[in-house]
């Protein structure tokens, strides 16, 4: 009797276990479904299901509102597809980024954000994301901009002449002392789209045109329906003044207030819609000029670390006692260049010379002399001579005007890189498994 009911349990158990496994398998099997063939790699459900929760919770984070699942999975596995082709494009070119890189990025924005690396991994934590996916997405992102670079950024170039003529013809007196909120919705249109898949995309971009006028949540919208790389962002181009605006909408900016909704923009990408979502104006730009002079001695064979500060304090000593700091200059300073010219370096601006020995010369009073400051040239000591605050608004409008001519036709580039890389890859996606 005992031998028969322990064989009744055996039985029971071994259903149970099989049951479970049973319900293991199909769970597994569930998460390993295909979603797309990109190329010569998949994309997997439980990939796909890992960053619609990361989008979910920063779109959560944003305020906006989620739009349905299936539209959300839709956007987020078309990023990821291109993303995918991006990767495996900078695998082939041997693009790749060290831990050592990884790191020091992270370590940079840990303290962009006044905090030291584990004081950044508990609040990335807090926030219910683990380091190890910050760290991938970041390693994803560096790649990525690599490739963009290596594949456009090359091929760029601004010259003296478009900076005029941008200014000449285009830029009007307060216009670059106004900055620009915009939000930005594409309808894609395929390169050797039909004229009847035109026709629908420009249907599609008034719809959503008079559905926005209408009252519809904007971030939603472009959530939902937009083909541009910043959808999941809600559309959001962040601030920007009128050189830094893509070309394309420049003349529909400068007529737009608050609040305004573009009609459907024409390009070879689609049809974009804008909304000014805010407007600022900016003040004058001012610097601090210093000028400044030195006296370098270079590390060699017969020369290291100890010796050169040796030198440079005995060198501010004389000065200290009286002796001229252009005459030692002249006698003792590797810098020949400046030697000639007493160690003078004129009048320099910030960002002119290298970090440590600006860093040096911005904490000393005027006709004072630093003890030796290292940089990668040698050691140095440094001599403040005069201060002034400048009006640079010019030469900074300038150099604005070309970063942003600059940034505006990397965009361009690579708004249309981007959508040819996706059309002329092979990609499936299986619809039922969305």
């Given at each position: 009797?005992?031998?028969?009911?322990?064989?009744?349990?055996?039985?029971?158990?071994?259903?149970?276990?099989?049951?479970?496994?049973?319900?293991?398998?199909?769970?597994?099997?569930?998460?390993?479904?295909?979603?797309?063939?990109?190329?010569?790699?998949?994309?997997?459900?439980?990939?796909?299901?890992?960053?619609?929760?990361?989008?979910?919770?920063?779109?959560?984070?944003?305020?906006?509102?989620?739009?349905?699942?299936?539209?959300?999975?839709?956007?987020?596995?078309?990023?990821?597809i291109v993303d995918k082709l991006q990767r495996q494009l900078a695998e082939k070119a041997g693009i790749t980024v060290s831990e050592e890189m990884l790191n020091s990025s992270a370590a940079d924005i840990a303290r962009r954000n006044?905090?030291?690396?584990?004081?950044f991994r508990a609040e990335l934590e807090g926030q219910g994301i683990s380091y190890q996916s910050f760290l991938d997405n970041m390693r994803n992102e560096i790649i990525i901009n690599q490739l963009r670079g290596r594949e456009i950024?090359?091929?760029?170039?601004?010259?003296?002449?478009?900076?005029?003529?941008?200014?000449?013809?285009?830029?009007?007196?307060?216009?670059?002392?106004?900055?620009?909120?915009?939000?930005?919705?594409?309808?894609?249109?395929?390169?050797?789209?039909?004229?009847?898949?035109?026709?629908?995309?420009?249907?599609?971009?008034?719809?959503?045109?008079?559905?926005?006028?209408?009252?519809?949540?904007?971030?939603?919208?472009?959530?939902?329906?937009?083909?541009?790389?910043?959808?999941?962002?809600?559309?959001?181009?962040?601030?920007?003044?009128?050189?830094?605006?893509?070309?394309?909408?420049?003349?529909?900016?400068?007529?737009?207030?608050?609040?305004d909704v573009s009609e459907p923009i024409r390009s070879p990408s689609g049809f974009h819609i804008v909304k000014m979502l805010e407007l600022k104006g900016t003040d004058n730009h001012m610097i601090t000029k210093t000028k400044v002079?030195?006296?370098?001695?270079?590390?060699?064979?017969?020369?290291?670390?100890?010796?050169?500060?040796?030198?440079?304090?005995?060198?501010?000593?004389?000065?200290?006692?009286?002796?001229?700091?252009?005459?030692?200059?002249?006698?003792?300073?590797?810098?020949?260049?400046?030697?000639?010219?007493?160690?003078?370096?004129?009048?320099?601006?910030?960002?002119?010379?290298?970090?440590?020995?600006?860093?040096?010369?911005?904490?000393?009073?005027?006709?004072?002399?630093?003890?030796?400051?290292?940089?990668?040239?040698?050691?140095?000591?440094?001599?403040?001579?005069?201060?002034?605050?400048?009006?640079?608004?010019?030469?900074?409008?300038?150099?604005?005007?070309?970063?942003?001519?600059?940034?505006?036709?990397?965009?361009?580039?690579?708004?249309?890189?981007?959508?040819?890389?996706?059309?002329?890859?092979?990609?499936?996606?299986?619809?039922?498994?969305?």
């Amino acid at each position: 009797m005992i031998k028969q009911e322990n064989i009744k349990r055996t039985i029971v158990v071994a259903l149970l276990c099989n049951l479970l496994f049973g319900s293991f398998l199909v769970h597994a099997e569930v998460l390993d479904t295909i979603i797309a063939v990109v190329e010569e790699d998949v994309i997997l459900e439980r990939e796909l299901q890992k960053e619609v929760a990361v989008i979910e919770q920063r779109i959560q984070q944003s305020n906006a509102a989620i739009p349905p699942a299936y539209v959300l999975r839709k956007q987020v596995l078309e990023k990821m597809i291109v993303d995918k082709l991006q990767r495996q494009l900078a695998e082939k070119a041997g693009i790749t980024v060290s831990e050592e890189m990884l790191n020091s990025s992270a370590a940079d924005i840990a303290r962009r954000n006044n905090m030291d690396i584990e004081q950044f991994r508990a609040e990335l934590e807090g926030q219910g994301i683990s380091y190890q996916s910050f760290l991938d997405n970041m390693r994803n992102e560096i790649i990525i901009n690599q490739l963009r670079g290596r594949e456009i950024g090359g091929r760029i170039k601004v010259t003296d002449r478009e900076v005029e003529h941008y200014m000449e013809t285009q830029d009007k007196i307060g216009e670059e002392s106004t900055q620009y909120h915009l939000g930005h919705i594409l309808i894609a249109v395929k390169e050797g789209a039909s004229s009847t898949e035109i026709q629908k995309a420009m249907s599609k971009a008034e719809g959503i045109v008079g559905s926005l006028r209408g009252g519809q949540d904007f971030s939603q919208t472009a959530i939902s329906d937009s083909d541009d790389a910043n959808a999941l962002k809600g559309g959001d181009l962040g601030w920007r003044t009128l050189s830094e605006v893509p070309t394309l909408f420049v003349n529909e900016i400068r007529q737009m207030k608050q609040g305004d909704v573009s009609e459907p923009i024409r390009s070879p990408s689609g049809f974009h819609i804008v909304k000014m979502l805010e407007l600022k104006g900016t003040d004058n730009h001012m610097i601090t000029k210093t000028k400044v002079r030195h006296i370098l001695i270079k590390t060699n064979e017969l020369v290291d670390d100890a010796e050169a500060n040796k030198r440079l304090l005995a060198l501010k000593a004389r000065i200290a006692d009286g002796d001229d700091f252009a005459a030692l200059a002249r006698a003792h300073s590797d810098d020949k260049g400046s030697a000639l010219k007493g160690g003078s370096l004129d009048w320099v601006g910030p960002g002119d010379l290298v970090k440590p020995f600006e860093e040096a010369m911005v904490k000393l009073g005027i006709n004072e002399v630093s003890d030796p400051v290292q940089t990668q040239f040698g050691w140095h000591i440094i001599q403040v001579l005069g201060r002034e605050n400048k009006d640079d608004s010019s030469e900074f409008k300038k150099n604005l005007v070309r970063e942003a001519i600059r940034k505006r036709k990397i965009e361009e580039e690579t708004e249309l890189w981007v959508r040819r890389l996706r059309d002329e890859a092979f990609v499936e996606i299986y619809q039922d498994r969305l």
